[in-house]
């Protein structure tokens, strides 16, 4: 009878283990990006901006480009891109479907790799370049436990969702340096 009782509670722990691990090393993150100064109609969007996310050394840790019709930045795998073609694919074939969670898979364990280092992030957006943003990263892990659930609105595989905002002023515009 003992036995039985430590199978579950071993079997539970690794349940449990499993989910804290894969939102550990699965991660997804959330960049929007606003500049003040800009008219109304100006802060709609923000397309063709470049972003650099930098660690405390200068190092180049990721790159994105900001959305046509929303203000956030799309960060780019070095090997897979940003998904975004594969996400359109999978809205109408099963090996669209297969794409995207292969892409997506590898996206959210590389942004774990490198989160924890930025500091600093870099835009260039029409004709000015803003260097040296400081960056504070949040992150959100609070359901991992949850993730055995079946339900639709609880559960699910685990993943921490990273946030941080890139807030500029127009007027700190440095045009000589692009």
Same mark, same amino acid.
């Given at each position: 009878?003992?036995?039985? +009782?430590?199978?579950? %509670?071993?079997?539970?722990? @690794? +349940?449990?283990?499993? @989910? ?14 606003? +500049?003040?100064?800009?008219? &109304?109609?100006? $802060?709609?969007?923000?397309? $063709? ?26 960060? %780019? ?36 790799? /490198? %989160?924890? &280092?930025?500091?600093?992030?870099? #835009? ?12 504070? #990263? ?9 993730? /055995?659930?079946?339900?639709?609105? +609880? ?5 921490? $969702? ?11 515009? !440095?045009? !000589? !340096?692009?």
């Amino acid at each position: 009878m003992l036995w039985k +009782i430590l199978a579950i %509670i071993a079997i539970f722990a @690794g +349940i449990l283990g499993y @989910g804290y691990w894969h939102g550990s090393t699965h991660g997804t993150i959330y960049v929007p990006f606003y +500049i003040s100064g800009n008219t &109304d109609k100006e $802060n709609k969007t923000t397309p $063709n901006a470049q972003l650099k996310i930098l660690d405390s050394k200068g190092v180049v840790l990721a790159n994105g480009m900001s959305d046509d019709h929303f203000n956030f930045f799309h960060l %780019i795998h070095p090997k897979v891109g940003d998904c975004r073609e594969s996400e359109n694919a999978a809205k109408v074939s099963k090996e669209g479907r297969e794409a995207w969670q292969e892409c997506f898979e590898q996206k959210s364990t590389w942004i774990t790799r /490198w %989160i924890q &280092d930025v500091r600093y992030a870099e #835009v260039q957006y029409g004709n000015c370049l803003f260097q040296n943003i400081p960056i504070t #990263v949040s992150g959100s892990n609070s359901d991992w436990y949850f993730w /055995w659930v079946p339900h639709p609105h +609880i559960g699910g595989i685990p993943y921490t $969702n990273y946030f941080f905002t890139i807030d500029i002023d127009k007027q700190d515009c !440095n045009e !000589n !340096n692009v």
